[in-house]
Structures are given as C-alpha cells and as structure tokens.
C-alpha cells in the first residue's frame, strides 16, 4: 500500500503521516525532508536563494523517484506539491491520495507563529492563507482517491478517519491495522 497525503501547509500531513505509517507498519516519507537531504539545506533557505520554480522542479523530481519504487509507504508531500500537473498525475497513479482539507481559519490557528513556511512570511499570512486555499483546493481535490476534513478532530482521530475510509473502500485489511488502534477505534 502507498498513500500520499495532499494538502495545505499546516494541515497535518506529516503528523498524520507518521501515525498511518506506525499503524499500517510501512515507512513514512516526508517529501520535504527528502528534498532537504538532496539540496543540502533548508527549503526556507533554497527557495530565498533559487526560487519557487527552481524548488518545484526538484520536488517534482523527489515525489516521482520516491513513487517510482513499488515501496510500500505513507508519504506527506509539501502543500504545493499539487502545483505541477506531473505531480498531480504521478500521485493519483502511484498512490491512493488522501487530502486532508482544513479552512484557512483552521490553518491560521495553527500556523500563526510558524516562521520556518516561505509563503507565509509576508505581511498578511491569513490573506496569503485564504489566496492558497483558493488557487489550491480544486488541485488537491482532482488529485485525492478521498478527502477529508480536518475540522477539530484530535490527530488519532484523524488516523482513525483516514483508516476507517481504507478499510471500507478495501484497500486495508482490518487485520492489518496494528491492534493497539482496535479497540480505540470502536467510535
């Protein structure tokens, strides 16, 4: 099983990530942290330097090395990811995506004091975070299997909802959800 988990910056992607990997017992992959590992730095500090196109081609390079193995994994790619059509292709394809979509509120709650995200560090972040929403929201969607809404849920909650819609659609069996999430997951 591959699932790639689309989404906003902030949106729990890679805290979700990691639960759905410990629960499904496969690894997960951060696309972010991958792209770090081959430019040497941070993504804060290639995108000053480089440019936003010169890191989206390197992460559109990334997400299809990473997808082109026939790995098991859960991998969170960075909220733009979806920008680039090849990427949107590659991981309706290679994975069963999952969006896990939250309001431009809900993000601003939890982002507010992030300084590491590029695209927020401007003077309006709530207005750039509503400007996103916009431009992104019909890309995660066309590229999701399934999405969910975030909304209030507690991040086992999240995984819980995640793992509740894999088993109905048959793409995991109850079996191999690891047991301690079992009994925790009588709702």
Request: aromatic share 4%.
């Amino acid at each position: 099983m591959r699932l790639a988990l689309v989404g906003m910056p902030g949106g729990g992607k890679s805290t979700v990530g990691k639960q759905l990997a410990r629960q499904l017992d496969v690894p997960f992959v951060d696309s972010d942290a991958e792209i770090e590992k081959r430019i040497g730095c941070s993504i804060k500090e290639f995108f000053a330097r480089e440019g936003e196109e010169a890191f989206r081609l390197i992460e559109s390079e990334v997400i299809a090395t990473l997808l082109s193995h026939e790995q098991e994994m859960v991998l969170a790619t960075g909220g733009g990811a979806v920008l680039r059509e090849e990427n949107r292709q590659c991981l309706h394809e290679q994975a069963t995506v999952i969006y896990l979509r939250s309001t431009p509120e809900e993000l601003f709650r939890r982002l507010r004091h992030d300084t590491t995200r590029p695209l927020l560090q401007v003077k309006d972040p709530m207005g750039k975070l509503r400007e996103l929403f916009g431009q992104r929201d019909p890309l995660y969607r066309r590229t999701a299997h399934y999405v969910l809404e975030t909304g209030r849920p507690s991040v086992h909650g999240l995984v819980n909802m995640v793992l509740m819609q894999l088993e109905l659609a048959g793409l995991v069996s109850p079996t191999r959800v690891k047991a301690s999430v079992g009994a925790e997951r009588d709702v």
